[in-house]
């Protein structure tokens, strides 16, 4: 009898969490249907006929009939149209704060020479309030009819008495006025930093203008902190663009670029201003300030805390991962070379960039005894190492770190990123992989500088570059990620497109060996990209519990020609539920 009565126990369980889950739950607040909905949950396509929505988690995926279950009187029917859901995408590896600054910033993209540049500058004094930097974002000198960076005199000439800085479209290259490097104490006895250098005006060591790397760095550093508007606007214009392109989680990777960065994170987190979630990665030079700023955030936020969280602050520098007003602090990153003109390799370029002679193999940006230390002190933490690695060289310097961290404390899941990996040698990849390394790869780039790089490095190894169908064939993690405002638009489908084509702008396809399907790219913009931030237990596929970010799109991407994707319009992006963006018709 006891036995019987225990079954029957057992069998109503299991009715109540099964099929009959639905007898006594609470109505769904939405329920989408009439379209293609995509769960990205397993290695292969499935569909589902709808989705529910309850308290910001998804309720149900799956059946219409299940769906329908969990209607009620309140409960709003939505009717796709014959449009396409999916996981709202994960930004892979961007800077969201620095792409707002630079909304606010002279839009340098496409410039074709140098006086143009000088014109957009001008424009840019005028409309800058007295007191802040002039400064201009986007430009590419190797494309431009000059092939040269803007000279200090020249943009002396805009305005000599205020500061000017522009910064090419790879973040790594600039040049200022003499106002700016005043500012920041540079003169013509300024040592090149380790991993950069001022130009010089030849045949003296009076500054030209240009700066590389950790010298730019030096400059950037210095402009005035935003405040107020601006810093709102900062975050609320840069999170708008993020979720107009269908992304519910952002990133800043590079805390500490400005030094007001944690400043307009802060005000961010006290107004409330994110509709999405921002991951955050401190620039690593910066990380005892950014880490002691979420201490003091998480305190502030956390009324339970007690005098254990100093204790808890030296276990978990990532303070358990928990977001608070939508922040979370999951990493650090670093660099350890630079743009694709700058990447450090083993072997030397096979075209040097102009001013480069001898045999050149790029810059080493950060000393071995720095990424080691990093490694020892947060290899069995959660807080997660994002490294900016373009060229083999750089690479072999992560691996070296993390072999060595291994051998001391054990293998741990802690996923280091190593961010664009652009060419690593397969026997890289192997070690990549032993080590739970997972790359996330800058695809938009290829179309942008296919033909450079191939210029630059070469035919072997451009055409071995972002390797996803090797990774693929491993059974490794990769994602996807823009790098905005490097991109420079946040566009995630862009990326799923480039991933898949690999199509450069002259036509001709660069590593057609390493394409891979229009369903492995979304997988690497989505359930990978969850599983490289640690937040695979809560985003990245459409399921049961799942948070409920979705993303609608007005054309499947596994149903168009692929080499369409890239047109395909982000109708809506929903966050937990809630509307963050609308396309107008």
Not at 82 to 96: A, V
Not at 153 to 165: G, H, N, Q, T, Y
Not at 308 to 334: E, H, M, S, T, W
Not at 336 to 343: E, K
């Amino acid at each position: 009898m006891i036995l019987k009565r225990g079954l029957i126990a057992i069998f109503m369980l299991v009715a109540l969490a099964g099929g009959g889950r639905y007898a006594h739950a609470q109505p769904a607040e939405t329920i989408y249907t009439g379209g293609d909905i995509i769960t990205m949950a397993g290695r292969t396509p499935f569909y589902a006929q709808a989705l529910a929505v309850r308290g910001g988690k998804i309720a149900h995926v799956g059946s219409l009939a299940g769906a329908l279950r969990l209607k009620g009187r309140a409960t709003r029917m939505v009717d796709l149209g014959g449009k396409t859901m999916l996981p709202g995408f994960i930004d892979g590896h961007g800077h969201m704060v620095y792409f707002g600054k630079n909304m606010i910033d002279a839009d340098l993209v496409g410039t074709p020479d140098v006086a143009d540049l000088i014109a957009r500058m001008k424009v840019q004094a005028a409309r800058t309030p007295p007191g802040a930097w002039i400064v201009g974002f986007g430009y590419n000198a190797a494309k431009m009819a000059d092939r040269r960076h803007p000279t200090r005199a020249e943009l002396d000439a805009i305005a000599a008495d205020r500061p000017i800085m522009v910064v090419d479209s790879s973040g790594h290259l600039g040049s200022a006025n003499s106002a700016a490097f005043r500012e920041a104490g540079i003169g013509a006895d300024t040592p090149d930093p380790e991993g950069g250098n001022f130009a010089r005006i030849p045949g003296s060591r009076e500054l030209l203008g240009a700066m590389e790397e950790t010298a730019l760095f030096a400059v950037r550093a210095r402009r005035p902190p935003f405040t107020g508007k601006l810093a709102d606007d900062v975050i609320t214009g840069a999170a708008r663009e993020w979720a107009r392109h269908g992304q519910t989680t952002a990133q800043e990777c590079g805390v500490g670029l400005g030094n007001d960065d944690i400043d307009i994170i802060r005000n961010a987190i006290d107004k409330k201003l994110l509709p999405i979630d921002l991951y955050l990665c401190a620039k690593d030079s910066a990380t005892d300030d950014v880490v002691a700023a979420a201490y003091s955030v998480a305190t502030a936020f956390n009324r339970k805390a007690d005098g254990a969280a100093k204790n808890l602050l030296a276990a978990r520098p990532d303070l358990d991962r928990r977001y608070i007003n939508r922040v979370r602090l999951g990493g650090i990153k670093f660099w350890l070379d630079g743009s694709p003109d700058t990447g450090w390799f083993t072997k030397p370029y096979a075209n040097n960039p102009p001013g480069k002679t001898g045999a050149y193999v790029g810059f080493q940006q950060l000393p071995d005894d720095v990424l080691f230390a990093a490694f020892d002190k947060y290899w069995t933490t959660g807080m997660q190492i994002n490294m900016h690695v373009q060229g083999d060289a750089a690479a072999e310097q992560a691996l070296r770190a993390i072999e060595a961290a291994v051998r001391k404390h054990g293998m741990r899941d802690h996923r280091p990123v190593f961010i664009h990996a652009t060419y690593m040698r397969p026997d890289q990849i192997r070690r990549m992989k032993a080590v739970g390394g997972v790359p996330t790869y800058l695809t938009g780039a290829i179309p942008k500088l296919g033909e450079i790089v191939i210029h630059l490095w070469g035919p072997e190894r451009a055409h071995a570059s972002v390797a996803t169908r090797t990774l693929l064939n491993a059974g490794m993690p990769f994602t996807f990620s823009h790098d905005a405002p490097v991109s420079p638009s946040p566009s995630v489908l862009t990326l799923v497109d480039a991933g898949v084509n690999r199509i450069m702008p002259n036509g001709a396809v660069i590593g057609g060996d390493e394409r891979i399907s229009p369903y492995d790219a979304l997988r690497a913009v989505t359930v990978m990209a969850a599983y490289q931030i640690r937040e695979e237990a809560s985003k990245g596929i459409l399921r049961r519990g799942k948070l409920a970010d979705l993303v609608i799109l007005d054309k499947n991407p596994l149903k168009v020609d692929p080499k369409t994707i890239r047109d395909i319009k982000v109708v809506e992006t929903i966050k937990e539920g809630q509307t963050v963006f609308r396309l107008q018709p």
